[in-house]
């Protein structure tokens, strides 16, 4: 069998576009002992990609010219010689955009598809979910009758983040980027508010308009001029969450903005960045706490879903155009 393969073949300036990536063919491992081969049925594709194609290093090595394009995967097991693991287990890793991965054991995990489909284990159930669980209720830490604002509401992130807020009593509001996702936040996911940020030129004004109390909590996924806007409306001892920066992943050179943080100063506030690895003792709490809200029908959520790991690139790009709702993957095999 051959293996079908993404690599990386230029490092993108400013927003990636489709020839950054190749599509390469190789023969597909054996496993040995102690190892197991896997056939991917779903990758993730997440701004946070945008950062591991640059050459400047983060929490992460870059991804090296010519390397498999990293990534979320979850796929089942085809073949194993690994005690742990049987032909047709469903598992969750990292293995990148290839369609077939060998592993020992030690990267991956079982996903028990009793809790929910398999494509919710890179979505809900996955980092977005977590990452939205840990840093809204660690971090934000919000309170009943508070006010949680969240940016890129519309996103894997931040609408789970706005129906966590919901279930714990705030009152909660969110921008996104058209109207068609607006309503959403207010139609489906019960949001208080909700605004078009590119119908918007007067961004405190705005927040001023829908939280009229002011900011508790902002979990931000965006940054730029809206999180500039966002450090005047906020409350005394608020909590800003750090979690994205979309607005500047594609910028060919450092943006400038306000110098806004003597509002932490003034309102006591605190800022904090944090990544979802810093909480994998506790993956398990999370998703069975996000598996019961589901089952309650407290939780909803959304996917988009693009067929054929060559699409990938693509399903990649349009996430900094606003093209998904909910959690963008990448079908490679159905399950």
């Known amino acids: 069998m051959k293996n079908r393969q ?7 300036e400013g927003l990636p576009k489709e020839s950054d990536f190749r599509l390469i063919e190789s023969e597909t491992p054996e496993p040995g002992d102690g190892q197991l081969l896997v056939k991917t049925n779903f990758l ?12 400047m290093k983060s929490y992460a090595d870059p991804v090296a010219i010519g390397q498999v394009m990293v990534g979320g995967t979850v796929g089942t097991v085809v073949e194993s010689k690994h005690r742990r693991y049987r032909p ?12 077939y991965a060998l592993s020992d054991g030690k990267q991956v995990q079982r996903f028990d598809t009793s ?19 840990f ?26 983040v706005g129906q966590i807020a919901k279930i714990k009593g705030c009152h909660v509001v969110g921008s996104a980027g058209s109207p068609a996702k607006v309503d ?16 918007v030129t007067d961004y405190a004004a705005k927040l001023q308009e829908v939280c009229p109390q002011g900011i508790d909590v902002y979990f931000d996924n965006v940054g730029g001029a809206l999180t500039d806007a966002v ?7 608020a909590r800003i969450v750090v979690c994205g920066q979309i607005d500047q992943y594609n910028a060919t ?72 709702l909910g959690k963008q993957l990448v079908r490679v095999a159905q399950p």
């Open 184 to 199: 959403h936040l207010l139609t489906d996911l019960g949001f208080d508010a909700a605004f078009d940020y590119k119908q």
């Open 231 to 237: 450090f005047t409306q906020i409350n005394v001892h």
């Open 88 to 99: 047709g287990d469903v598992v969750v890793g990292d293995w990148g955009w290839q369609e």
């Open 44 to 55: 993730s594709v997440d701004p946070y990609m945008r950062g591991r194609i640059s050459e």
């Open 253 to 324: 050179r450092p943006p400038r903005g306000l110098r806004l943080l003597w509002h932490l100063i003034v309102k006591r506030a605190r800022a904090e960045g944090f990544l979802v690895f810093d909480y994998v003792q506790r993956y398990r709490e999370a998703q069975e706490q996000i598996a019961q809200w589901l089952g309650a029908g407290k939780v909803q959520y959304q996917e988009t879903i693009v067929d054929g790991l060559e699409n990938a690139p693509g399903a990649f790009i349009g996430l900094f155009r606003g093209e998904n």
């Open 6 to 12: 993404i690599v990386l073949a230029a490092r993108p």
């Open 115 to 133: 809790l929910a489909p398999i494509s919710t284990a890179l979505g809900v159930l996955g980092m977005p979910g977590l990452t939205a669980y």
């Open 135 to 160: 840093g809204l209720l660690d971090i934000g830490q919000p309170k009943p009758g508070e006010t949680v604002f969240v940016s890129g509401a519309a996103g894997a992130v931040g609408s789970l």
